[in-house]
């Protein structure tokens, strides 16, 4: 099993900055690509961003130029530093994360943490 734990969400003003971090833990041999989705009721839910091991990274189109992730691979975590927030932005933040439990190719996961939500309202 392999678990997702996020945090830094909340309510934050137009205009404003918010920090999210997700960590991962348990059997993890190799995380091939953590990112960042997010969902609004009614709706899919859709990539924000996401990196590689290898620091590679691709962004919705929405968010480049505001968001940028970042990746700590000794400690498998991930971060989305969020500026210049808009209302449009308001959503359940979902971390992902996609690797292998060990030196199988059949050990493979594609894990997801429970949501955090960013508010992004006066």
């Known amino acids: 099993q392999v678990q997702l734990v996020e945090s830094g969400g909340g309510l934050v003003q137009p205009g404003g900055s918010l920090r999210l971090s997700c960590a991962a833990s348990g059997s993890v041999f190799r995380i091939v690509s953590m990112g960042w989705y997010r969902q609004t009721p009614g709706n899919e839910r859709e990539l924000v961003a996401r990196?590689?091991?290898?620091?590679?990274?691709d962004y919705a189109d929405s968010v480049k130029g505001r968001f940028t992730i970042a990746r700590d691979n000794a400690m498998n975590t991930v971060y989305l530093q969020m500026d210049s927030l808009k209302p449009e932005d308001t959503a359940v933040y979902y971390c992902n994360a996609m690797g292998y439990r060990d030196y199988s190719a059949f050990s493979s996961f594609d894990s997801w943490g429970q949501g955090t939500q960013v508010t992004v309202s006066s």
């Open positions: 990196v590689t091991s290898g620091h590679n990274t």
